[in-house]
């Protein structure tokens, strides 16, 4: 939407701003934050090449800054990045800046590796592009961290709480009158069907299988 790139726009022109107060942070690993250069880049996938471009490339690697909280949306977004990177061949690391974290390093997969898992998500974009899919990236996450710890029976009460929201006045991830509409009768948490939701299960695990969370929300707090 316009006002989701009017506010894309304005975070990218506070980023150099916002990275200058981290310079001390790292320590003797810090970055040369101010050194940044933009990168174009074009990753050759079955059938299309991806075409992108990174706007913090350091000496030692790729920076990743967000200054709110790592919940789904945020994770995936990083980790979109990551596989990029990674899929260029790259061998220097993603350093991540996010809020209330200590900045650490994520190593690159192996470039073909990398490659295999954007053309899969690519795929599964196209495919939600004819037909909406039982997903949302905040819900998903939270599903996916409980469904992979050792508690996974608490995976759809956080996940339906964070989708369909709570009786504290804020508004559910799946409330969206667009989402309504779009997942009439394939809603996984409104419309009591397992199938649909073992769908939602099964796409949680396919998009977010692999991506670094270190640094994220943790499980319950999404």
Known sequence: ????????????????????????????????YLLAQAMAWRIPLPGRDLVGSFANVHARGLLQFRPGKAHGRVVLDLGLDWLAWSA?????????????????????????????????????AD????????????????????ATSDKPEKSEPAARALWCGGGSGFAGEGDDPWVKLAL?????????????????????????RGLPAQGATGVGDD
């Open 88 to 124: 260029l061949g790259e061998a220097r690391p993603v350093r991540r800046l996010l809020a209330g974290e200590p900045p650490h390093d994520v190593a690159p997969l192996p470039q073909a590796q990398a490659i295999a898992r954007l053309a899969d998500l690519v795929a599964l």
């Open 184 to 208: 009439r009768g394939q809603d996984p948490f409104v419309d009591g069907d397992a199938g649909t939701l073992q769908h939602f299960d099964e796409l949680c695990d396919r998009i977010f």
């Open 1 to 32: 939407s316009a006002a989701g790139r009017a506010g894309r726009d304005h975070g990218l022109r506070q980023q150099p701003r916002l990275q200058r107060r981290f310079v001390h942070v790292a320590g003797a690993q810090r970055f040369e």
């Open 127 to 146: 495919q939600a592009a004819q037909q909406a899919l039982p997903f949302l990236p905040k819900s998903g996450w939270v599903w996916f961290q409980h």
